[in-house]
């Protein structure tokens, strides 16, 4: 059992830039791959940057450019750094861990990208 926590989003005017976290609590030594997904307004799910447990990095095409994905395996904490926020990127932003087995979400957070 994993428990994912996300934080971090909020309304922040466009060129602006935002960190969001998600804690992860439970069975976090059953944890291979962790990785961000995000949900924007009346659109599907989409595949944004996911991290290995050795850290190597995958981007969507679109986040290459503006979007890094880290972790702190001391606190159990994913990381997704995003610079020179747009419009576009208003969406929920989720959280997932994978087991090979099993995959967990968190709930979401919300980030608004708006003058």
């Known amino acids: 059992q994993v428990h994912l926590v996300e934080s971090g989003g909020g309304l922040v005017q466009p060129g602006g830039a935002l960190r969001l976290s998600c804690v992860a609590s439970?069975?976090?030594?059953?944890?291979?791959?962790m990785g961000w997904y995000r949900q924007a307004p009346g659109k599907q799910r989409e595949w944004v940057a996911t991290?290995?447990?050795?850290?190597?990095?995958t981007y969507a095409d679109f986040a290459k450019d503006r979007f890094t994905i880290s972790k702190d395996n001391a606190k159990s904490t994913l990381y997704l750094q995003i610079d020179g926020l747009k419009p576009e990127d208003t969406a929920t932003y989720f959280c997932?861990?994978?087991?090979?087995?099993?995959?967990?979400w968190g709930k979401g957070t919300l980030v608004t990208v708006a003058s």
């Open positions: 991290i290995t447990s050795g850290a190597e990095t």
């Open positions: 439970g069975s976090t030594f059953t944890i291979n791959t």
């Open positions: 997932n861990a994978d087991n090979t087995q099993v995959n967990y």
